[in-house]
């Protein structure tokens, strides 16, 4: 939901960033790398150490400035198959990190097993949210949108662990979490019935 609303704004406000970084010879894949580890260290070294805020800040540093890429490669008309594949591997990736990290924390600093595995479901159900629209492409059937899709995910997950740093109860994340995975079981089963009737809809099926 949030994908849509967000791109012509952060659009306008990136393209100069774009074209500065361009001028200083980073070529768009460059920057999804950094991107990515950028949201990686984030998530993995603050997360474990107690510093949520702090995290969750670098984090949301790299995830927003991750859009520019895409900008990047629209400015130089180098748009390609390649690097659409590798920003969304890169994703996977980043976003792997950042719900593993929270579980790592939940274990290390709350003794919260259950709250651990609740952030690896959210990892697994997000994942297959994005497979789903994967395979459906490769299809030939588009299969966007959803409750929960990767911005959707993102906002919840790093918003509410920033306010747990911030000092609100740890609960507070844990059913977020918690209400994020189911958010995401529909978003996939959404996903399985739009393929679904797209494909019933071709000849000979």
Known sequence: MLNALARAFFTRLFTPVARLLLRLGLS?????????????????????????????????????????????????GRSSRWGAFLDSTMDRIADSCVFIGIAIWFVAHQQDGLSAVIALFCLVTGSV???????????????????????DRLLVALVLTGLVGLGLPPLVLSIGLAALVAACLVTIGQRMVSVRRALLREPGQ
């Open 28 to 76: 768009p894949d460059a920057v999804t790398v950094i991107g990515t580890l950028g949201v990686c260290a984030g998530a993995l070294v603050f997360f474990p150490l107690d510093q949520l805020l702090a995290g969750t800040l670098v984090i949301t540093f790299f995830v927003i400035g991750d859009m520019l890429d895409g900008i990047m490669a629209r400015q130089t």
């Open 129 to 151: 949210v994005s497979y789903v629209r994967a395979r459906a492409e490769g299809l030939g059937v588009e299969a966007k949108g959803g409750i929960a899709e990767r911005a």
